[in-house]
């Protein structure tokens, strides 16, 4: 029997030499029936094949370029389709649907491209029914001509190529995907960092247009006041618009050091005369102690401060308390004392507030002090201002008045 050319399917172009039925020498230019997987053609597992089908079968696989092993024992099947590669699973039809359900099922689990098939003789339609039910995809019987049983090889073999591809490309996309994933995850993050910074530069800038037109707006308020009782209500009326109502004291430093007196006091639930013991012991103690701290000291618990200073600050008991002082150059120009009860907070936006208008506080009294030093400027006395002044207390009133400021220019 001739044996078509693996270039000529149609079979019509003979070849040459001859061969027995299931055992015809593979031409030389024949191809495989598949890729190469792994640099290796694709591998069949014979089980259970009688001597003629077996012969015929494998002669029929070499002839492909399907590389085969065959065993005889069922119970070896598992262990060899775990330990080699297997794409092609010859049955014999001897071996009966449920006796080799188990290793079809086991095939499709180390490998979705694996096929199963049957060898044997032409089957009934219930033999068929129950082997497809059991995993085979096709029925080949070896008896039947080389040319119609490598077109059924073919075929399958096409198939498991065509999955295995499939399942290449499957396995690249998932590795895309995950590479995908990490890439936005890590593009996700870098949004949130820039959003996150756009918002929290805004959100700066924003602060800082607020501030700067707080700063504005208390600096033209008291740019106006030149006396220090309109400076001190004018400073107060404004800060209690920020924080809502609330007992405030600021104290301004005398002559001494150590020396500071009340300038001004508003009530909200402590009246003054509830509080002067501690509007006393405020100014005696611890106006000196800020008098030159930069920083806003804030009790929100102040027990342990009311303890510090003795019984007289038993009205700070259940307060929360914020304390500062205004400097300007380093000079203390006052001390501020602010407290309410803790049912009603301060806002932790209020140490910002303090920052930006304490120093405009501080300037504009170290001006007022300026001014009123330069209001009660006098010019020394020269000696002969004061010979003048001996002759004028003899001279009438009216001819001395402002004598000596003439001779002196």
Same mark, same amino acid.
């Given at each position: 029997?001739?044996?078509?050319?693996?270039?000529?399917?149609?079979?019509? +172009?003979?070849?040459? &030499?001859? &061969?027995?039925?299931? +055992?015809?020498? *593979?031409?030389?230019?024949?191809?495989?029936?598949?890729?190469?997987?792994? @640099?290796?053609? #694709?591998?069949?597992?014979?089980?259970?094949?009688?001597?003629?089908?077996?012969?015929?079968?494998?002669? #029929?696989?070499?002839?492909?370029?399907?590389?085969?092993?065959?065993?005889?024992?069922?119970? !070896?099947?598992?262990?060899?389709?775990?330990?080699?590669?297997?794409?092609?699973?010859?049955?014999?039809?001897?071996?009966?649907?449920? /006796?080799? *359900?188990?290793?079809?099922?086991?095939?499709?689990?180390?490998?979705?491209?694996?096929?199963?098939?049957?060898?044997?003789?032409?089957?009934?339609?219930?033999?068929?029914?129950?082997?497809?039910?059991?995993?085979?995809?096709?029925?080949?019987?070896?008896?039947?001509?080389?040319?119609?049983?490598?077109?059924?090889?073919?075929? %399958?073999?096409?198939?498991?190529?065509?999955?295995?591809?499939?399942?290449?490309?499957?396995?690249?996309?998932?590795?895309?995907?995950?590479?995908?994933?990490?890439?936005?995850?890590?593009?996700?993050?870098?949004?949130?960092?820039?959003? @996150?910074?756009?918002?929290?530069?805004?959100?700066?800038? @924003?602060?800082?247009?607020?501030?700067?037109?707080?700063?504005? !707006?208390?600096?033209?308020?008291?740019?106006?006041?030149?006396?220090? /009782?309109?400076?001190?209500?004018?400073?107060? @009326?404004?800060?209690?618009?920020?924080?809502?109502?609330?007992?405030?004291?600021?104290?301004?430093?005398?002559?001494?050091?150590?020396?500071?007196?009340?300038?001004?006091?508003?009530?909200?639930?402590?009246?003054?005369?509830?509080?002067?013991?501690?509007?006393?012991? #405020?100014?005696?103690?611890?106006?000196?102690?800020?008098?030159?701290?930069?920083?806003?000291?804030?009790?929100?618990?102040?027990?342990?401060? %009311?303890?510090?200073?003795?019984?007289?600050?038993?009205?700070? /008991?259940?307060?929360?308390?914020?304390?500062?002082?205004?400097?300007?150059?380093?000079?203390?120009?006052?001390?501020?004392?602010?407290?309410?009860?803790?049912?009603?907070?301060?806002?932790?936006?209020? *140490?910002?507030?303090?920052?930006?208008?304490?120093?405009?506080?501080?300037?504009?009294?170290?001006?007022?002090?300026?001014?009123?030093?330069?209001?009660?400027?006098?010019?020394?006395?020269?000696? +002969?201002?004061?010979?003048?002044?001996?002759?004028?207390?003899? +001279?009438?009133?009216?001819?001395? !008045?402002?004598?000596?400021?003439?001779?002196?220019?």
């Amino acid at each position: 029997m001739d044996y078509p050319s693996s270039n000529d399917p149609s079979g019509d +172009s003979p070849r040459d &030499g001859q &061969g027995r039925e299931g +055992s015809r020498p *593979a031409a030389r230019d024949e191809v495989p029936l598949s890729k190469p997987r792994d @640099q290796q053609g #694709l591998h069949a597992l014979c089980i259970g094949l009688d001597c003629v089908q077996e012969v015929r079968l494998g002669a #029929l696989l070499d002839e492909s370029g399907v590389r085969h092993d065959e065993i005889e024992p069922l119970t !070896e099947a598992l262990a060899h389709l775990v330990a080699n590669p297997t794409d092609f699973i010859f049955i014999a039809s001897s071996v009966l649907p449920h /006796e080799f *359900a188990p290793i079809a099922a086991q095939a499709r689990r180390i490998s979705a491209a694996t096929k199963v098939l049957v060898a044997g003789p032409a089957p009934s339609s219930s033999q068929l029914l129950a082997a497809v039910r059991a995993g085979a995809v096709d029925w080949i019987d070896p008896s039947d001509d080389a040319d119609t049983v490598l077109a059924r090889i073919r075929a %399958v073999a096409d198939s498991i190529n065509d999955e295995r591809r499939r399942d290449e490309r499957l396995t690249r996309l998932k590795g895309i995907c995950q590479k995908l994933v990490v890439h936005r995850d890590e593009f996700t993050r870098q949004v949130d960092e820039l959003h @996150q910074g756009l918002h929290t530069a805004v959100h700066g800038v @924003q602060e800082r247009v607020d501030e700067a037109e707080i700063a504005g !707006e208390f600096r033209g308020l008291l740019s106006q006041e030149l006396d220090v /009782e309109d400076l001190l209500r004018t400073a107060l @009326q404004y800060l209690l618009t920020k924080t809502g109502p609330t007992n405030a004291a600021v104290y301004l430093p005398g002559s001494k050091p150590n020396q500071f007196g009340l300038g001004a006091y508003v009530h909200y639930d402590c009246p003054r005369t509830t509080a002067q013991p501690l509007l006393d012991r #405020l100014g005696e103690e611890i106006c000196e102690r800020l008098s030159h701290r930069q920083d806003i000291i804030r009790f929100t618990d102040t027990r342990e401060f %009311v303890h510090a200073i003795g019984m007289a600050g038993a009205v700070l /008991e259940d307060t929360e308390l914020v304390a500062w002082a205004a400097l300007n150059e380093g000079e203390c120009m006052a001390v501020f004392f602010m407290f309410r009860n803790r049912a009603e907070p301060f806002k932790d936006e209020l *140490a910002a507030l303090i920052d930006v208008l304490r120093p405009i506080f501080g300037a504009q009294m170290a001006k007022l002090v300026r001014i009123h030093h330069r209001s009660s400027f006098k010019f020394p006395k020269l000696q +002969s201002d004061a010979d003048d002044a001996d002759d004028a207390e003899d +001279s009438d009133e009216d001819d001395g !008045e402002g004598e000596g400021w003439r001779d002196a220019a």
